[in-house]
C-alpha cells in the first residue's frame, strides 16, 4: 500500500487574549457591552469561531480566535466598545490553523 501526500492548506487566524483595560471596574453594564462585543463579532458571519472567557487567573479575562490575520484582528480590535470603553485591552497573536 503506498501513502498518498495529502495537501492542506492552512488559513491565517489570531488568537487574541483579552486582559482587563484601565475602566475594567467601570458602571459600564456587562450586558450591553456583551451585546456590542458579539455584534462586533457576528458580522460577517463566522468572524469569530472561538471566544471563552478565563476564570482562573485575574490578568486575563478571555481568549479568541478571529478568522483573520494579526493585523486585521488588532484593527477590529481597536474598534471594539468594550476595548474603547476602556473595559478591556488586548494582544493579538498571529497564528495558522485548519479550516474547520
Known sequence: MS??????????????ILTPGPE?????????????WLNNFAAPAGRLPALMEV???????????????AQAAATILAADPAVVSGRFAFEVHPAEGFPG
Do not use: M, R
Not at 6 to 14: A, E, F, I, W
Open 3 to 16: 501513502e498518498q501526500a495529502v495537501s492542506v492548506s492552512t488559513s491565517p487566524y489570531s488568537v487574541v
Open 55 to 69: 476564570d482562573d487567573n485575574p490578568l486575563i479575562s478571555g481568549i479568541a480566535v478571529v478568522p483573520v490575520d
Open 24 to 36: 475594567h471596574d467601570s458602571d459600564v453594564a456587562d450586558s450591553e457591552l456583551l451585546v456590542q
